[in-house]
């Protein structure tokens, strides 16, 4: 039993709620040695704080900020590789292409060059950040697809976005993944409505490329949403073992870094 002034005592519940995904209000109060009551409304005021969300019995961490925490993580993940990955693709995009930036965070280092562009283009993309980034550049005719926020992911990819996707047709698309395997003939992901999503880019797209860092190639995710065969290309940071190159060859799929 843990005796605590009210704001440390607080404090440790936000940090065995971030530790263990839940607390529960019986096992707070005999923790702390105070009574349920006590807890109920120590939970009241950090709901208020928009600190967590109550449930019955005790408490959650607050969706938004887990998302929105989830989405920062990856774009701290292979800054440079990433970063290397978007100056290739970008000089791919020639003037008066159609391009569909996926919902990636190479995207935005993409997104990032293009803010700068100085020939004119038209973008289609589902993803907040590159809107942001992109919807001052004068010479670029954007078009952003909505629907259902994400905030995981930073964009749309629900049934709404897909339908409006889907009547278009881009010159070029970059599609992000979490693991591409040529041997296995798998592009995938962990989540399967990002794999319908991605699947209907390819299906649209009249030249497609994968941008994925080279630690993602080999490997294979949860959900396979299609193989290589409307793919045009990977784009990545480092140029892959012979073994991959040569997969890739058969494939008729050009490796770009």
């Known amino acids: 039993m843990i005796k605590l002034f009210l704001e440390e005592r607080q404090e440790e519940i936000l940090k065995i709620l971030n530790e263990n995904g839940k607390v529960l209000v ?17 939970l009241g005021s950090l709901e208020m704080d928009g600190k967590l969300k109550r449930t019955y019995g ?5 969706r938004e900020k ?11 993940l292979d800054v440079e590789a990433k970063r290397k990955i978007a100056a290739t693709a970008v000089k ?7 391009v569909y930036l996926d919902i990636s965070t190479i995207s935005i280092a993409m997104a990032e060059i293009l803010s700068k562009c100085e020939f004119p283009c038209k973008i289609l993309t589902s993803m907040v950040d590159v809107l942001v980034m992109l919807a001052r550049n ?36 970059f599609v992000g993944l ?26 649209i ?16 995710a949860s959900y396979c949403f299609a193989g290589f065969e409307k793919v045009f290309g990977i784009i990545t940071e480092n140029k892959p073992p012979a073994e991959i ?8 799929v050009k490796i770009i870094n």
């Open 138 to 173: 004068p010479k670029i005719d954007l078009i952003f697809a909505g629907g259902k926020i994400n905030r995981s992911r930073d964009g749309f990819s629900d049934g709404m976005n897909l339908e409006f996707i889907s009547n278009f047709r881009p010159d070029i698309t």
């Open 58 to 62: 005790g408490a959650v961490p607050v």
């Open 66 to 76: 887990l998302q929105m925490a989830e989405a920062n993580k990856r774009r701290m």
């Open 205 to 220: 797209g009249r030249k497609n490329y994968i941008i994925a860092e080279s630690r993602k190639l080999g490997l294979e």
């Open 92 to 98: 791919i995009i020639s003037p008066n292409d159609f």
């Open 26 to 42: 019986k096992e707070l109060a005999e923790k702390f040695g105070v009574t349920e009551d006590s807890i109920r409304k120590d």
């Open 178 to 203: 979490v693991a591409a395997d040529l041997k296995k003939n798998s592009l995938s992901v962990n989540y399967t409505y990002e794999g319908i999503h991605k699947k209907k880019i390819l299906e």
């Open 245 to 252: 190159l040569e997969i890739a060859e058969k494939r008729n």
